[in-house]
């Protein structure tokens, strides 16, 4: 294998990974942040986000020296061989992609470079981005050296981001040229994965292509798990049914409480609203954005039909995160939820993850309680919600509500639970679809 100096700009969930990744593979790899305290906490051996068998890659090739840490942007994109880009592209109030942090890095690489380089653009971006990203550097290169960039969007899933690198079912990479598309397809010879190569365009499109297709498939089935209730007819069910069909698939049919995370909210909207400026309506897409709204406080308007008043009751809430293996809380239908609760009275929230707390403090710092175990939240509780499948959450057992609330009243937003059983355990019990 031919060993790359490479760079990764931005150490969040994507760019972490795939730097660490990438090291694994026997590439050298520095990791460039402009968060101090990030970079601190990755020298001395802590990963900063919380994601399966990252940290022990992270310490395991640091130790063999083929993974570095830094602030100094200038010295790391000097003699980059490629350099990877991985910020942010956070929604707008508008619902556009912010590029501003994109253009940041590029405006730094731009100024920095001293020998050829590839930029290879994994952040999501609008299609047509990289085209400005090129044009962008070019205009503004200090030194006489030539850059080409291209596109190579990113699909692991935080939780399972190493494994969803290492063993991905796919890499894309949009070139405009056949010696960049060599040079990625060098950097990613070592991974043994299928390569899908295409345009920059056409990359930049497969990467939005496939998240709103995967919000549209949790939307589709939380509506009809909408209809199911109305009909009498069970979500589980028919999602089981369905599942053997090998053109719908087993996966992504359960339903809930919507989609959050830093995904698949922002890149319906920015897609939506691309179409837009191109003068063409995304129905398809702009469903899935307005299914999720109402999906993800339907737990709450669930329970505020059922109930006269939150004021002065217990409030058991398990889990925060958007989903089980993260400590990401970005678009958590938790936040949503807690919001209304809090609106409403509720006064005496008492909350469980085993991973999310830290993250959840920094937004509601004193206005609930956080305790270490699922069994802490329920004591005495008047009534518990269920946001995050988390394995701990999903261990409890239906007598252990009954044993440990004041009332025995359960809205399970991710469908944990059996009815049956729950019923047998005398749990009043209201989830999604059935
Ligand atoms: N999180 C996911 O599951 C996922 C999956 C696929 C694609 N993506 C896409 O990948 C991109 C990154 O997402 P993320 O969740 O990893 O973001 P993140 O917010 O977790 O991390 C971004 C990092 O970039 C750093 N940064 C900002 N400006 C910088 C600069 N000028 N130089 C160096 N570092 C800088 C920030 O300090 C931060 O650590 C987004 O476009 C996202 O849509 C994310």
Known sequence: MKQY??????????????GVCFAEKGHMVTCVDTDENKVKLMESGVCPI????????????????RLYYTTDYKSAYKNADAIFIGVGTPEQPDGSANLSYVATVSRQIAENIEK???????????????????????????HNVKVEVTSNPEFLAQGTAVRDTLQAKRIVIGTESKEAEKILKEIYEPFELPIVSVNRRSAEMIKYASNDFLALKISYMNDIANL????????????????????????????????????????????KYLAK??????????AAVDVNAAQKVKLFKKAS?????????????????????????????????????????????YAYDPVGEDNFKKKYPTEINYVSTPEEALKGA????????????????????????????????????????MKKGGIEYYSIGR
């Open 50 to 65: 919380y994601e399966q068998d990252l940290e022990e890659l992270m310490q395991k090739n640091y130790k063999e020296g």
């Open 5 to 18: 100096n490479i760079v990764v700009a931005g150490t969040g969930y994507v760019g972490l990974v795939a």
């Open 305 to 349: 039909d059922r109930m006269i008043t939150f004021h002065g009751l217990k409030v058991a809430v398990l889990g925060l995160t958007f989903k089980p293996g993260t400590d990401d809380l970005r678009e958590a239908p938790s936040l949503d939820n807690i919001k209304l609760l809090l609106e409403s009275g509720a006064d005496q929230i």
């Open 382 to 421: 008047n009534i518990c919600f269920i946001f995050t499948e988390w394995n701990e959450i999903k261990q409890i057992k239906p007598e252990d509500y009954k044993k440990l609330m004041k009332t025995p009243l359960v809205y399970d937003g991710r469908n944990i639970y059996s009815i049956d059983e």
């Open 116 to 142: 050829d380089c590839l930029v290879v653009v994994k952040s999501t971006v609008p299609i047509g981005t990289n085209d400005k990203v090129e044009q962008f550097i070019k205009d503004s290169l200090v």
């Open 277 to 286: 400026q191109h003068g063409y309506k995304l129905k398809t897409v702009e």
């Open 228 to 271: 199911c209730e109305l009909v009498g007819a069970n979500i589980e069910d028919v999602a089981k049914g369905m599942s053997y069909d090998p053109r719908i698939g087993a996966k992504f049919l359960n339903a809930g409480i919507g989609y959050g995370g830093s995904c698949f909210p922002k890149d319906t909207k920015a897609l």
